[in-house]
């Protein structure tokens, strides 16, 4: 057959040569389009018989804020109707999914739709799950992503989680983050079992300390604005390398103050690997709240020696964010320095509220410190400045 190519010359194709594309393994199309959005994975129906329903077979199902965003614009979708839609894509995909992402900032669901949409996705043996939900509601997370042993990947913002059973086992789960969730089990506590885990996420959680997380291999620890954090947390975390916590010191969290600096001086203790450690300075200072003769304790406390019974011989990287100057904050730099042999950097960001003479002093009075490294830098500069 001869053809017109678009410069005007004859273009010679045979019928019956074969269409590679179209015929490349199922494995070779999905590594393609992995990073294709779903509305354009089911505009690829398109371009070859072939592929009319692929995208009922594709592993990776991404319904995004782009997604329904998109799809508001459609004639006749009312927002019931898109919960309609997810329960047709859902119900006609076949096969297993790798990832399953959904966005429900934007769509009117309830708690029995996400439970049916759930209830499927685990059923396909998803390993990486993703749900965003930035509405005032807060929805439950179902009891089915707790029965899900394939999950690798789980990332959940602004749930509900109340856990079917006192143990929750993920076998091969990776990754963990959980954001704005409020923890609410039927019992006093719960544990999960993650053997595998290596990665874990807090940002702005509440009822964290009804959780108790066994993770033997952590490495990546994330602490952020999650007040309810005690101590005992860490005891089965101590293998972790790199710990970041930043929290905000809010009337919330004032019954926990009390033990604030003992409990986290133990931080240390409980975590003995740690190569790099990120802390906001509310973790470790005592606030005004706290009587004079508490104070005293404390400061007595930190003075002595033998607060620290060993070194903390893994520790290479510490940073202090939002330093005010306080005697307590200054104590615990100095015993960071005194006792890290392999600490190499020590970054400290002063709060604006102290002025150029104050950050001189600091800066002066820890680089005369004892160091038990001598490769140790002390660094002071406000926070973001390239250093």
């Known amino acids: 057959m001869v053809n017109m190519n678009n410069r005007g010359t004859e273009v010679i194709v045979d019928e019956n040569e074969i269409d590679r594309i179209s015929d490349l393994p199922m494995d070779i199309l999905d590594e393609i389009f992995k990073d294709m959005s779903f509305q354009e994975l089911v505009k690829t129906c398109v371009l070859s018989k072939k592929w009319v329903h692929f995208w009922t077979m594709h592993p990776i199902l991404i319904l995004d804020w782009e997604f329904f965003e998109e799809k508001c614009g459609t004639i006749g979708l009312i927002e019931n109707g898109f919960c309609n839609m997810i329960g047709n894509i859902l119900l006609h995909h076949v096969g297993s999914l790798v990832k399953f992402f959904l966005d429900l900032s934007t769509i009117d669901c309830n708690d029995r739709d996400l439970d049916h949409w759930l209830l499927c996705v685990t059923s396909k043996r998803v390993k990486e799950l993703t749900l965003k939900n930035h509405k005032r509601k807060r929805y439950t997370l179902p009891f089915c992503v707790f029965d899900c042993p394939t999950l690798t990947y789980l990332d959940v913002t602004n749930f509900i989680v109340k856990p079917p059973s006192p143990k929750a086992l993920f076998p091969n789960l990776l990754e963990l983050t959980l954001k704005f969730i409020k923890f609410c089990p039927d019992k006093a506590n719960y544990v999960l079992n993650t053997p595998l885990l290596y ?41 972790a390398r790199e710990l970041f916590m930043v929290l905000d010191v809010c009337e919330e969290s004032k019954s926990y103050e009390q033990e604030r600096f003992i409990t986290w001086s133990r931080l240390l203790y409980l975590c003995s690997n740690l190569t790099r450690l990120v802390l906001s300075n509310s973790c470790i200072q005592v606030v005004n709240t706290l009587s004079e003769e508490n104070i005293d304790e404390v400061t007595h406390y930190l003075e002595d020696p033998n607060c620290v019974d060993k070194q903390f011989e893994k520790l290479e990287f510490v940073e202090l964010r939002e330093f005010e100057g306080t005697q307590f904050e200054l104590l615990f730099l100095k015993l960071i320095l005194a006792y890290s042999p392999s600490l190499s950097r020590m970054i400290v960001e002063p709060s604006d509220e102290l002025d150029v003479a104050e950050v001189l002093n600091l800066y002066e009075e820890l680089r005369m410190s004892l160091k038990a490294s001598p490769r140790a830098k002390v660094i002071v500069a406000p926070h973001g400045q390239d250093v």
């Open 199 to 239: 990665s874990l996420t807090f940002i702005a959680c509440n009822g964290v300390h009804f959780l108790t997380i066994s993770a033997p291999r952590i490495q990546f620890l994330t602490v952020h604005d999650s007040h309810d954090i005690h101590a005992s947390f860490f005891d089965n975390l101590s293998n």
